[in-house]
């Protein structure tokens, strides 16, 4: 089965800063990847689809990039709302692996 | 916008049986596939498995085989999620989600509690 391996699982950033989250697939997946953001105690939200795709309603300030087996989530202005853990799946086929998450903070 | 409505939180004792479910729009419902997620406490999300209501094939991750069962019922646009015997690891929030170009419609959880 694929793995999915986020990088970092933890970060702390400044207001203002750009933030870059990592996804790495074992093996190519093409464009098959979806951002989530989670909040606690809330549902993932979708952020990006087909690996770049920002899903309606999202800031732009939230983008994603890659193809194949590597991708980043980027956020170009860290914001207080943005405190959340963030999560990469593949959806290419089954298992629809998520990756291990990453908590984003705010210094 | 579709919704996925589950059914609410649960408070079991190990070794009881437990069925939670997920309804959704009928015609999103046939031919859609619907997925199960686990979120343990403190823990990443976990895809379980997913089925297509409309034939029933279902497939699981590797790591729930055989400890769940999914299932749907095509007439009352719901799918399932089943122990035969829960254990105090099953403690959990429970996801549906809707598998479209991806996967786009998430119900709202249902927070499973096993403790004696």
């Known amino acids: 089965d694929i793995q999915m391996t986020q990088s970092p699982s933890s970060l702390s950033a400044s207001i203002g800063d750009r933030v870059t989250i990592t996804c790495r697939a074992s093996q190519g997946i093409r464009n098959y990847l979806a951002w989530y953001q989670q909040k606690p105690g809330k549902v993932p939200k979708v952020l990006i689809y087909?690996?770049?795709t920002l899903q309606s309603g999202v800031p732009s300030r939230f983008s994603g990039s890659g193809s194949g087996t590597d991708f980043t989530l980027t956020i170009s202005s860290l914001q207080p709302d943005d405190v959340a853990t963030y999560y990469c799946q593949k959806y290419n086929s089954a298992p629809y692996t998520f990756g291990q998450g990453t908590k984003l903070e705010i210094k | 916008e579709v919704q996925l409505v589950q059914s609410g939180a649960e408070v079991k004792k190990p070794g009881e049986s437990l069925k939670i479910s997920c309804k959704a729009p009928k015609d999103t419902f046939t031919y859609s596939w619907i997925a199960w997620v686990r979120q343990m406490p403190g823990k990443g999300l976990e895809w379980m498995g997913i089925i297509y209501p409309s034939d029933s094939d279902t497939k699981y991750s590797p790591s729930v085989q055989g400890q769940v069962t999914i299932s749907a019922d095509k007439s009352i646009s719901t799918a399932y999620l089943q122990w035969s015997s829960l254990k105090a690891s099953d403690t959990a929030m429970y996801y549906c989600?809707?598998?479209?170009?991806?996967?786009?419609?998430w119900g709202q959880g249902t927070l499973v509690t096993v403790s004696s």
């Open positions: 087909g690996a770049s």
């Open positions: 989600a809707r598998l479209g170009d991806y996967f786009d419609y």
